[in-house]
């Protein structure tokens, strides 16, 4: 067994491997590091997917492969809140195509006819 001096803290110390430093030492220079390692993978990882969005992708593919489909049906199949819908149509986020009959809102305004949205576009750009 090889006996050295910690360069940090100038104990004697067992050396086994790695560099010139004590247990006591090695464990706060690698904590430094490993915090150091984590702050930085924080910085650089995006945040997790909401589920929220899985289904929001979910739901917009549906409408695309489903165009005709009533809210009731979106709602049902894709299990989510009628109500969940809304807002993502209110947000201008899902958008019906224009043979979806059942698909037709009204502007908040002016009460024409819109595919998504709460306002018509006459109303949007005022
Ligand atoms: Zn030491
Ligand atoms: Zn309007």
Same mark, same amino acid.
């Given at each position: 067994m090889e006996v050295r001096v910690c360069k940090n803290c100038r104990r004697l110390f067992k050396y086994i491997?790695? +560099?010139?430093? &004590?247990q006591d030492c090695i464990k706060l220079v690698s904590k430094g590091e490993k915090d150091k390692i984590n702050k930085e993978l924080a910085a650089t990882v995006k945040p997790l997917i909401t589920e929220e969005e899985v289904k929001y992708e979910q739901v917009k593919d549906y409408i695309m492969t489903h +165009?005709?489909?009533?809210i009731i049906q979106i709602s049902e199949i894709n299990q989510i809140t009628p109500m969940k819908l809304l807002e993502w149509i209110r947000e201008d986020r899902l958008e019906f195509s224009e043979?979806? %009959?059942?698909a037709w809102f009204k &502007? %908040?305004? &002016?009460?024409a006819k819109i595919k998504?949205?709460?306002? &018509?576009n006459r109303c949007k750009i005022r």
């Open positions: 491997y790695g +560099p010139d430093l &004590c +165009p005709k489909s009533t043979d979806s %009959a059942n &502007c %908040a305004d &002016c009460g998504s949205g709460r306002f &018509c």
